[in-house]
Nanobody
Framework: QVHFVESGGGWVEPGGSLSLSCAAS????????MAWFRQAPGKEREFVAS????????NYTESVKGRFFISGGVFGTTGDLQMNSLKPEETDVYYC???????????????WGKGTLVIVSS
């Protein structure tokens, strides 16, 4: 069994930067796609960014374009989300979502981390 764990959350002043990481708890054969979502209390989870390792495409929600940057690889066990010029309304729990293969013999599965809290406040 494998889990993905987010790290790097914390408190930052408006305009500041944070880098989030998503790491597998053990060796993971291959990541097909990694995405980041965020959720505020009482609201639905929303898409932030994704990286597709099959076609190497990146996608971002409109509000973060030019400020957030996603990275990661097929065979690495970690991926990152660099967040710049953060805004108070981006105070949320950020979740990592991974689609991939645990072993070379396993099917493609979907994994979610438990989230890391980002607080943007002065």
């Amino acid at each position: 069994q494998v889990h993905f764990v987010e790290s790097g959350g914390g408190w930052v002043e408006p305009g500041g930067s944070l880098s989030l990481s998503c790491a597998a708890s053990r060796r993971f054969f291959g990541v097909a796609k990694m995405a980041w979502f965020r959720q505020a209390p009482g609201k639905e989870r929303e898409f932030v960014a994704s990286l597709d390792n099959v076609d190497r495409s990146e996608n971002y929600t409109e509000s973060v374009k030019g400020r957030f940057f996603i990275s990661g690889g097929v065979f690495g066990t970690t991926g990152d989300l660099q967040m710049n010029s953060l805004k108070p309304e981006e105070t949320d729990v950020y979740y990592c979502n991974v689609e991939g293969w645990f072993t070379e013999d396993s099917g493609r599965e979907d994994y979610w981390g438990k989230g890391t809290l980002v607080i943007v406040s002065s």
